[in-house]
């Protein structure tokens, strides 16, 4: 692993302390091992977080990875072509990787590498489901078992009003007002989606088997994301939680730990939506 300056951690469970480098990751990891679904966090294009994940994923050997950049139709293709041997060109090009708008799929295979033996689980719902979740609601598009996730509570004002202005803000002030409830409906599903391939995943792996969530940082927040969902719907499960940023950690967010990592050389973001770009949740 490259090693990053500066790398920091806050790890709630020990009193707050600050920690840097190895020391935050070894830190960590000794936590993780006495947790029955870890939830690794990233933004996607930052390759230190996925350095991170890596380490982490090859020091716990879980018995399931779930992946939020993976629809659920496509891990059985993944979990046979790992079985098979097949190599990083082979698995993008089963997986359309090219044209799945996710980073260069060398940072995931990396992590599915670290485990060879995990079997891998799907979290990625379709365009279809997706758009429902939009216009007529999470709870509508997850089905029969949306109350399991709290789908079909709806937030309080307060935190229905945090939600629209975190959608806001992490599209660059650039959308319409009216689309807010229904982008923060998408982030819902997507955050029930995770939890329930993660308790699927942690069935497969039984009792004394470790599941490891690769997802973006807002999905892993233990207040709104996939965290606070898989203990909603199963409130024995041990969750940890780690969310990756380039700075410090948002005031409104809820982690077990946080690291920082620089940021890479990219395009400004926010040119995408001057240029018409998606406005999708990742």
Request: negative net charge.
């Amino acid at each position: 692993m490259t090693k990053i300056t500066p790398l920091a951690v806050c790890i709630s469970c020990l009193s707050n302390a600050v920690f840097a480098d190895e020391t935050a990751l070894e830190a960590f990891i000794g936590h993780a091992a006495d947790a029955q679904i870890v939830v690794l966090g990233e933004v996607h294009d930052n390759p230190g977080h996925h350095e991170n994940q890596a380490r982490i994923v090859e020091e716990l050997q879980p018995g399931a990875l779930v992946f939020e950049m993976i629809d659920q139709e496509d891990e059985d293709l993944v979990n046979d072509l790992r079985k098979a041997g097949a190599g990083r060109a082979k698995l993008a090009e089963a997986l359309d990787w090219e044209n799945s708008g996710w980073p260069d799929f060398d940072y995931y295979a990396a992590i599915l590498e670290a485990a060879p033996s995990a079997r891998v689980f799907g979290a990625g719902q379709s365009p279809e489901d997706i758009r429902t979740a939009a216009t007529e609601g999470a709870a509508k598009a997850f089905g029969v078992h949306s109350a399991t996730y709290g789908l079909e509570q709806p937030f309080s004002e307060a935190d229905q009003k945090l939600r629209e202005l975190e959608m806001m803000e992490s599209h660059c002030n650039a959308l319409p007002e009216v689309m807010l409830p229904g982008m923060v409906e998408v982030q819902r599903f997507r955050d029930a989606g995770l939890a329930d391939a993660a308790l699927w995943a942690r069935n497969h792996v039984g009792e004394d088997g470790r599941v490891v969530v690769i997802t973006g940082s807002g999905h892993a927040d233990a207040r709104f994301g996939a965290p606070a969902l898989m203990r909603l719907a199963e409130p024995e499960v041990s969750v940890l939680t780690l969310g990756q940023g380039e700075g410090p950690q948002p005031e409104d967010r809820e982690f077990d730990a946080w690291m920082t990592a620089p940021a890479p050389d990219r395009d400004d973001p926010c040119d995408a939506f001057d240029d018409g770009g998606s406005t999708e949740v990742e």
